[in-house]
């Protein structure tokens, strides 16, 4: 059996993008093994229908952690026995495309970020500096990759010449779970708490917002900055931070929700061309959302009148479309008839098949 090797820098447990690709590969026949790391807050594995390992490391940020990590990573995979590396994003490529080369296996690419244009990278010139070169090194010599949108896909054409499928992070089609119960109706952020992310400039438009609480799911780089934020300008009481929710509880915090958001700042093309996991979640929900009116959602919407798009990120063009799509009840309720419609069109059951022919192609070219 055709055994390959995923490699993640996430928990595993939280991953639900890593989880739904590694599912159809081991439901296609593939024996399949998910790489990550072991953090100090992490919970036991949940079964799953592949492997599972989590690698232990001292540093949990900055150059020693990807360092670090990708030393454990490299000499861990010259110990498996492989046919195929899957590298997610460039934080776990230097280790993967080394590996690579020396057993002389298979390397495919899942770009899901467009990693040296993410702002916290660009905003950072020595960091970017040093990601672009490992890019530069990498990317061009790895001929089999898949990434999350068309944007991507073009950038990676332009810059490396290579051909990217698209395999976007659109969920899986399931029936609805119940809802979670809160005492109050909610407004949702799910996914990272990252910079760059629109957390500030939702925090803020939350003074406006008086008879919904704002729920954020989630962990991430600017987690203590938003916590803080939300102390320094006495919100607590409107907003209420969940940390890291496991996927089936987040589905019903999802499905209550009245309004998700799916939010990024122009700084970066990773940005501009994004085409978020929570996206899809918040459609595949029936709930309605705010996202930022870049291509990708911009095309999206075009067919699929899902969410209210905003052309600028910040505190009061936020208020306003929330209060819009909250208080305008028949349009809050085509948002949602939209989204019931988009969710049997667009879904993983689809796009799945578009995984499976990259990996299909990879290794009848060995």
């Keep these: 059996m055709t055994k390959i090797v995923c490699t993640v820098t996430t928990d595993l447990n939280y991953d639900q993008r890593m989880k739904r690709i590694c599912t159809s590969l081991s439901t296609a026949g593939y024996d399949v093994l998910l790489v990550g790391r072991k953090r100090p807050f992490s919970e036991p594995l949940t079964d799953q229908p592949f492997e599972q390992h989590r690698l232990n490391g001292w540093f949990e940020k900055g150059f020693l952690f990807y360092a670090e990590y990708n030393i454990r990573l490299f000499f861990f995979l010259l110990g498996q026995k492989l046919d195929v590396i899957n590298t997610i994003d460039l934080d776990s490529i230097a280790a993967s495309y080394s590996a690579s080369r020396i057993k002389n296996k298979t390397i495919i690419y899942d770009a899901h970020e467009y990693f040296t244009e993410m702002e916290e990278v660009v905003e950072r010139p020595f960091v970017k500096k040093v990601w672009t070169r490992i890019e530069k090194w990498t990317v061009p010599k790895i001929k089999f990759g898949y990434t999350v949108s068309r944007g991507y896909a073009r950038l990676f054409k332009e810059k490396y010449g290579v051909d990217y499928q698209i395999v976007r992070n659109v969920s899986e089609r399931k029936p609805d779970p119940d809802p979670i119960q809160n005492d109050r109706p909610y407004i949702l952020y799910q996914g990272a708490v990252n910079v760059g992310r629109g957390l500030k400039e939702l925090i803020l438009a939350m ?28 919100l607590d009481s409107k907003i209420t931070f969940k940390g890291y929710v496991d996927p089936d509880e987040l589905k019903r915090f999802t499905v209550g929700a009245k309004l998700g958001f799916t939010l990024f700042s122009n700084a970066g093309l990773s940005n501009q061309h994004s085409l978020a996991n929570r996206f899809f979640d918040y459609y595949h929900s029936g709930i309605p959302q705010i996202a930022m009116k870049y ?44 989204a019931k419609k988009a969710r049997e069109v667009h879904n993983w059951q689809k796009d799945e098949k578009t995984l499976l022919e990259v990996y299909e192609r990879a290794l009848s070219a060995r």
């Excluded at 911009?298 to 929330?322: G, P, R, Y």
Aim: glycine share 2%.
């Design 295 to 338: 291509p990708e959602y911009e095309n999206f919407n075009n067919e699929f009148e899902v969410a209210k798009l905003i052309d600028s990120l910040d505190a009061e063009t936020l208020a306003s479309a929330i209060k819009e799509v909250l208080e305008n009840e028949q349009y809050r309720q085509q948002l949602i008839e939209n």
């Design 207 to 234: 003074h406006q917002i008086n008879d919904h609480e704002l729920i954020i799911c989630g962990l991430g780089n600017a987690y203590d900055e938003m916590r803080e934020l939300v102390k320094n300008e006495k």
